[in-house]
């Protein structure tokens, strides 16, 4: 089973995500901010990330350029994020994210998005 990190500062996006996932199939951790999800990441190996960029401590810019400098099992990383600018897109991917989505995210949209980047889609 895969196993995904949802990393959101707010418990109602974590449990909107968590559901819409778990329904999917897929083994859902949650962390509240970048510093929780790193502790998390270096204990065990997760499949996909989806982050937050907006959190308390260590943002989600910062939780990937973290992990991405890190001697870690890499995985992709989805942000999720109320920034729409072109700008936030770009250091989003700068900062190691694969792919980036604009909240609110349609259940379909991130789960469409999460079965691609885990090689799950059928053709």
Known sequence: MKRILVI?????????????????????????????ALEKALQCAYDLYV??????????????????????PQAPAIMVSTEAEPDDEARAFAAGANLYLTKPVKPDQLLGQVQLLLGEVNP
Request: aromatic letters at 8%; zero cysteines; glycine letters at 8%.
């Open 8 to 36: 959101d500062d707010a418990a109602t996006v974590r449990m909107y995500h968590r559901n819409t996932l778990e329904a999917a199939g897929f083994e859902v951790h949650e962390a509240v901010n970048g510093i929780e």
């Open 51 to 72: 982050v937050d960029i907006n959190m308390p401590k260590l943002d989600g810019y910062g939780f990937l350029r973290e992990l991405r400098s890190r001697d870690l």
